[in-house]
């Protein structure tokens, strides 16, 4: 945490059926110590979760995993290649819809609050076009888990709210878990702090309810050190034992021995298997490790983030799996903040560039004016396309650019209004010269 500059962190471990240890670590945004009970956003841990609601639908037979999903969604609509099959529900789960994650990142923290938010995102979400055909290519995306959980409001004839409180966190005995911004207000849930060059600077807070399927979750690590017990468990008093085989079962392969399952990152490695899912949100970072064979698992959550931070939590999570396995203590890595500084220097080059060129024309007396007219044409052309170029580059819409890497974005506007000034001034003095010229 010192050498992360994580202001507040909570970890829990379970083994053997048994809480070994927990901790919190530092303290909240309002200054309250880090507890067991203290609440956080868990970002993408949220989608084995609301990925376990469905298969308690499965269990129940009002799913099928293998329904094309307009079955259940007959307002929800698509566009698709003459050639492409039905998205399924088995393809939502395992991210091979064919729904970029582009498009489910534009519907992504947006701040929406209610019990309508989750139809009202769906709505916005409707009439997508598919990038690839359905169950060919996975592609990670948050609407995929959207339109779960606007599933699971149609099916169960409930809010998505409602349903995970009576069918998932009350059976588990996760007391302190919520899927809503004013349940999570009421239990105490404070935001956490974005990254500014390092340096943590406290949220101005942010949750949006229609996120809550795949990354709005709010809870403790106490709530999941019993979500790990029941895990560990088997599922026993919620799946049977086929369904339970199946939600934590490989399905996509990705890369080496790792697969993506329903919900789940998962190791197929017959010496080191296990399953996992990393979250984040604009303001906190967590971490759920599971090794069934190990019979152990953790869930670390931590109060910070930022894009350029992305591997810290990821390295904490390895640590803690080397400590409990081997016993030994890992080297800390240590995170750069080289993106910012190279954005930041090149912002001020560019600067410094244009304060001379507008000095070098006002002192002359005779200028090429075509050639200034074009450069600052040109400087206005690069500030109306800088970030829509950047959200093209990252694959990212820029407003999530603006919440997960907040220092990068204000230099990006910085180098915007130097080129928006650089091109008006230059402009306007390359014109007043003509008229000078003239006269």
Request: hydrophobic content about 35%; glycine content about 10%; proline content about 7%.
């Given at each position: 945490m010192k050498k992360y500059k994580i202001p507040g962190a909570s970890l829990a471990i379970v083994q053997d059926g048994k809480l070994i240890y927990q901790e919190g670590f530092g303290e909240q945004s309002n200054g309250a110590p880090v507890t067991k009970d203290t609440m956080f956003t868990i970002g993408s841990v949220s989608k084995p979760i609301t990925s376990l609601a469905i298969m308690k639908l499965v269990d129940d037979g009002r799913v099928d995993l293998d329904q094309e999903i307009s079955q259940y969604l007959p307002h929800f609509h698509y566009r698709k290649d003459s050639s492409y099959q039905e998205v399924t529900i088995r393809q939502l789960l395992t991210h091979t819809s064919g729904i970029s994650s582009y498009d489910g990142m534009v519907l992504a923290d947006r701040n929406l609050r209610g019990?309508?938010?989750?139809?009202?995102?769906?709505q916005e979400l409707s009439g997508v076009s598919l990038n690839h055909e359905p169950g060919e290519v996975h592609e990670y995306s948050p609407a995929n888990y959207l339109l779960l959980a606007k599933v699971i409001e149609n099916v169960s004839y409930q809010s998505f709210t409602t349903f995970m409180d009576d069918e998932i966190f009350k059976r588990i005995g996760m007391d302190r878990t919520v899927s809503n911004y004013r349940d999570a207000e009421e239990l105490?849930?404070?935001?956490?702090f974005q990254t500014w060059?390092?340096?943590?600077?406290k949220s101005k807070g942010f949750m949006d309810d229609s996120g809550a399927p795949y990354g709005y979750m709010?809870?403790?690590?106490d709530d999941i050190s019993r979500f790990i017990r029941f895990m560990l468990d088997g599922g026993g008093g919620l799946l049977s034992e086929k369904t339970f085989?199946?939600?934590t079962s490989p399905q996509v392969h990705r890369k080496e021995d790792m697969y993506y399952g329903y919900g789940w990152r998962i190791s197929a490695n017959a010496d080191d298997s296990y399953y996992f899912h990393g979250g984040e949100t604009p303001d906190s970072r967590s971490e759920l490790f599971i090794n069934p064979n190990g019979n152990y698992g953790f869930i670390l959550l931590t109060n910070k983030n930022n894009f350029s931070?992305?591997?810290s939590t990821i390295w904490m999570r390895d640590g803690i799996k080397k400590i409990l396995e081997n016993g030994t203590m890992p080297e800390v890595k240590p995170v750069n903040h080289h993106l910012q500084w190279i954005v930041c220097s090149i912002t001020v080059f560019i600067f410094l560039l244009c304060v001379w060129n507008l000095s070098r024309l006002r002192t002359k007396a005779a200028i090429k004016k075509r050639v200034w007219i074009f450069i600052g044409s040109l400087s206005l052309l690069l500030a109306i396309g800088i970030i829509p170029l950047l959200s093209y580059f990252f694959s990212t819409p820029w407003h999530s650019i603006n919440l997960y890497a907040p220092d990068i974005a204000f230099i990006i506007k910085l180098l915007v209004g130097t080129f928006t000034l650089n091109g008006v001034l230059l402009l306007m003095i390359s014109l007043l010269k003509r008229n000078e010229a003239r006269h």
């Open positions: 019990e309508d938010a989750i139809a009202t995102a769906v105490g849930y404070q935001p956490g060059f390092g340096k943590p600077i709010v809870s403790t690590s085989s199946m939600y931070e992305v591997h």
